[in-house]
Nanobody
């Protein structure tokens, strides 16, 4: 069982910035995809950014590309999401996710594929 502990999030004004962090409890997560999804009421959980622990490639969704920066720290088994130029439509519950898969599969994972989730952290952007 992999436990994912999120921190960060909160409220910001449009144009502002927030940073999310996620730390995994299990050192055996090398060979895992790790990243962030988000969800608003009544909608499916969507991928925001993801990468492969131990790899170099990452994926950031088009909806946030150029505004959000995603990074992984293998030594700390952590994922980070630096959110800049926030918009009201970025308001959502953000979830850290981890799933054991090959590196090339990370970008294709859907929310129904993910084995491990964090508890979620709310991000609210006021316009």
């Amino acid at each position: 069982q992999v436990e994912l502990v999120e921190s960060g999030g909160g409220s910001a004004e449009a144009g502002g910035s927030l940073r999310l962090s996620c730390a995994a409890s299990d050192h055996a997560v090398s060979g895992y995809c790790m990243g962030w999804f988000r969800q608003t009421p009544g909608k499916e959980r969507e991928m925001v950014a993801i990468g492969y622990l131990g790899g170099s490639s990452t994926y950031v969704a088009d909806s946030v590309k150029g505004r959000f920066a995603f990074s992984l720290d293998v030594s700390k088994i952590s994922a980070y999401l630096e959110m800049n130029s926030l918009k009201a439509e970025d308001t959502a519950m953000y979830y850290c996710a981890a799933h054991r898969a090959r590196a090339w599969m990370c970008q294709s994972l859907s929310s129904t594929d993910i084995a491990f989730w964090g508890q979620g952290t709310q991000v609210t952007v006021s316009s």
